[in-house]
């Protein structure tokens, strides 16, 4: 996968975020929370909170891809955020970048 492409994914991502925001009524900066996690976890913020927004970039550039979606919402990065390594043991299953807005529960 290309820069290029990867930031023409970031910026879809951030369009579908706005959108979402918006149709929801809060705002894009305050309201999304942003994980990076597993298939299981996906599963389990989707069955607990709506709206979400998932993406599934390659696992090599998931961390870049998050910076960039965080950069275009001048959102910072938290501490767990700089300390992702997609090849720890600990971050092998990571697979989706999922943002959802903690106060909406199902």
Not at 36 to 50: A, C, F, G, M, S
Not at 62 to 75: A, G, Q, S, Y
Not at 76 to 85: A, T
Not at 90 to 99: D, S
Request: with cysteine; glycine share 2%; proline share 5%.
């Amino acid at each position: 996968m290309t820069i290029k492409t990867l930031e023409f994914q970031a910026k879809e991502y951030v369009y579908d975020l706005k959108n979402c925001a918006s149709e929801f009524g809060f705002n894009n900066q305050e309201g999304w929370q942003f994980s990076l996690v597993t298939d299981q976890e996906k599963t389990k913020i989707e069955k607990d909170y709506y709206p979400t927004i998932s993406a599934h970039p390659a696992q090599e550039v998931l961390f870049e891809f998050l910076r960039m979606v965080k950069d275009k919402l001048t959102l910072p990065l938290n501490k767990e955020e700089y300390g992702f390594d997609p090849n720890s043991a600990i971050h092998k299953n990571i697979r989706h970048l999922i943002a959802f807005n903690p106060k909406m529960h199902r």
